[in-house]
C-alpha cells in the first residue's frame, strides 16, 4: 500500500509524504510475509486463507447474529410441523380405512422423513449462531486472549450441549417410509392394539416445542440492542423474561386463552388415539384381535362400546370437561395411556385457570391514569361537601353546648367526618403515583427545553443573555 501510493503520487508530479522509514518497514513486512508463504505448503496456504475468510464474515454484530438464530428457528419450527403434519395424515389415513402399503402413505411418511431431517440441520445451525453470539457476548464485555477462537464455533462445542441431543431426538424420531407394524397389550380387562403409525404421530406432535423460539423472537422484535440492555441491567433475556411478560399485562388473557386452546386440541387428538381400537381398522392383521377381550370391550364387568373417544368432538368434550375439573361422568377413558392423558388435561387446565385468574385480577385493576382521575374526582367533590359538612359541625356544637351530653355522639360524628373531608382535600394528586425516574425525565425535558429557548434568544439578539445577578465581568467573558 505505501509503494503504491508512492507510485501514484510520482505519477501525479507531487512530493511523496511516505517517510523512507515507514516505506523500509513496509518493505520488511512484505519480506517477511513472503518468506512465510514460501515456507507453507499448498495446504496451509489454502488453510489459511479459508479460516482468514471465514473469520472476516464472522465478523458480526450481535444483532445480526440474534436475526440469524431468529430465521433457523423459525423455518425450523416450519419443516418441524410440517413433518408431524405428514404423520398426522398418514394416521388418519389408516383410520379412514387405507392399507399401510399403498403409495400415498408412504409418500406422507417420506415427507416427514425429508421434514425431519431439514429440522434437525436448522437446530444445528441455530445453537451454532447461539453459542457464536455466547463468545461475542464474553469477547466484548469481558475480553478474551485470542480473538480468532472467540469468532470460531466448533461442532464438538455444538454436540456437547445435552439440549442439542435431546431437540434432535424429538425431531429425527419418525417412522420411516415403507416400514409399519402393528403393537399390543392387555390393558385393564381389554386387549388393545396400536399400529405404530399412530405411536410416532403421537410422538412428532411433540415438535410443537419449537414454535416456543418463534413466539420468543417475534415478541421481542421491537426490541433493539437486547444484549446492552441485559449487560446494564445484569438480567438475562430469555424465555423466562417472555413469559412473564406475556402473562403480565393487558396481553395476558388473549396468551391464556391461546394456551388454553393449543392444549385442548393437542390433548384431544392423543386421546382420540389412545381410546381408537386398532383391530377395528381394516389393516388390522395382529392374531391378539381375534381374542374376545379385543372384539368386546368391558369394565368392572360391564360391557362398553368400543372406540367411544375416537370421534374428534367427543375427545374435544372430554378433555374440555377435564381441564375445566368438572367432570360430568357421561364419557371417561377405558384406557391406561387415555387415563394418562385425561390427568395431563386435568393439571394443564388448572394452571392455566390460575394464570387467567391472575390475568383477570390486572386487567380490572385501576391503571395510573384512573387513579389520579379518581382522586381528582374524590377532592373535588370533598371540596363541594365540606361547607355542609362544616354547618352541620356547627350546629352539632351549639346543641351540644346547649342540650347538653345529648348531642357528644352527633358531634363527635361531624367532627370526624369534617376531618376526613379535610384531609382529602389536601390531598396530592402526585402521592404515590409517579416514581422518581417519572419525575426525574420531566425535570430533565424542562430543562432542556428552557435550555434551548435560552439558546435561541441569545441567537436572535446576537448578544448573550443577562441573567438577574450576573455582572458585568460575566457578560464579557460570555460575549468573548
Not at 513472503?34 to 489454502?46: F, L, V
Not at 382420540?272 to 392374531?287: D, F, K, P, Y
Not at 360391564?302 to 381441564?323: D, R
Request: charged share 20%.
Amino acid at each position: 500500500a505505501g509503494c503504491s501510493k508512492v507510485w501514484e503520487e510520482e505519477a501525479a508530479g507531487r512530493p511523496s509524504t511516505i517517510s523512507p522509514q515507514n516505506l523500509a518497514t513496509g518493505d520488511q513486512r512484505i519480506m517477511m510475509l513472503q518468506n512465510h508463504h514460501r515456507a507453507m505448503t499448498g495446504w496451509d496456504i489454502a488453510t489459511d486463507n479459508a479460516r482468514q475468510e471465514v473469520k472476516v464474515h464472522q465478523r458480526m454484530r450481535r444483532d445480526q447474529q440474534q436475526v440469524y438464530f431468529a430465521w433457523t428457528a423459525n423455518f425450523s419450527a416450519l419443516f418441524g410441523l410440517a413433518g408431524a403434519a405428514c404423520a398426522v395424515v398418514s394416521n388418519e389415513l389408516l383410520i379412514a380405512g387405507y392399507m399401510p402399503d399403498l403409495l400415498v402413505v408412504d409418500l406422507f411418511k417420506m415427507a416427514n422423513t425429508i421434514c425431519s431431517v431439514v429440522c434437525t440441520i436448522l437446530i444445528f445451525a441455530g445453537y451454532r449462531y447461539h453459542l457464536l453470539f455466547q463468545r461475542l457476548q464474553l469477547h466484548l464485555t469481558q475480553g478474551l486472549p485470542n480473538e480468532a477462537q472467540t469468532l470460531l464455533v466448533d461442532a464438538k462445542e455444538i454436540f456437547a450441549q445435552p439440549l442439542f441431543w435431546l431437540e434432535a431426538a424429538l425431531c429425527l424420531i419418525h417412522l420411516p417410509p415403507f416400514c409399519t407394524f402393528e403393537i399390543g397389550a392387555p390393558q385393564m380387562d381389554n386387549w388393545v392394539m396400536y399400529r405404530v403409525e399412530a405411536i410416532f404421530c403421537v410422538i412428532n406432535t411433540f415438535r410443537i416445542y419449537l414454535l416456543g423460539r418463534v413466539f420468543k423472537a417475534w415478541s421481542l422484535r421491537k426490541f433493539k440492542r437486547l444484549h446492552q440492555v441485559a449487560s446494564a441491567t445484569s438480567t438475562h433475556v430469555g424465555y423466562g423474561f417472555v413469559i412473564k411478560r406475556a402473562f403480565v399485562g393487558t396481553n395476558a388473557a388473549y396468551s391464556c386463552a391461546a394456551l388454553w386452546a393449543s392444549m385442548l386440541f393437542i390433548t384431544a387428538y392423543w386421546y382420540r388415539i389412545a381410546e381408537t381400537q386398532g383391530c377395528t381398522l381394516a389393516s388390522a392383521t395382529h392374531e391378539g384381535c381375534q381374542r374376545p377381550e379385543a372384539k368386546q370391550w368391558s369394565l368392572y364387568g360391564e360391557p362398553i362400546l368400543q372406540n367411544s373417544g375416537s370421534s374428534s368432538v367427543n375427545a374435544l368434550w372430554l378433555v374440555f370437561v377435564a381441564s375445566t375439573t368438572v367432570g360430568y361422568g357421561d364419557m371417561y377413558p377405558v384406557t391406561h395411556i387415555g387415563r394418562v392423558v385425561t390427568v395431563i388435561a386435568s393439571l394443564s387446565g388448572v394452571s392455566i385457570a390460575s394464570f387467567m385468574t391472575a390475568a383477570c385480577s390486572n386487567a380490572i385493576g385501576w391503571s395510573e391514569g384512573q387513579e389520579r382521575a379518581l382522586l381528582m374526582l374524590r377532592r373535588r367533590r370533598a371540596q363541594i361537601d365540606i361547607t355542609s359538612k362544616a354547618q352541620v359541625l356547627i350546629a352539632a356544637y351549639y346543641r351540644r353546648r346547649k342540650f347538653g351530653d345529648a348531642y357528644s355522639s352527633k358531634f363527635r360524628q361531624a367532627r370526624r367526618e369534617f376531618r376526613q373531608l379535610k384531609e382529602v382535600c389536601h390531598e396530592d394528586l402526585d402521592n404515590g403515583l409517579l416514581n422518581t425516574s417519572q419525575l426525574l425525565n420531566t425535570l430533565l425535558a424542562l430543562s432542556r427545553s428552557i435550555e434551548s429557548e435560552i439558546t435561541s434568544l441569545g441567537a436572535a439578539n446576537d448578544k448573550p443573555v443577562m441573567v438577574k445577578g450576573d455582572t458585568e465581568q460575566e457578560v464579557a467573558t460570555q460575549q468573548g
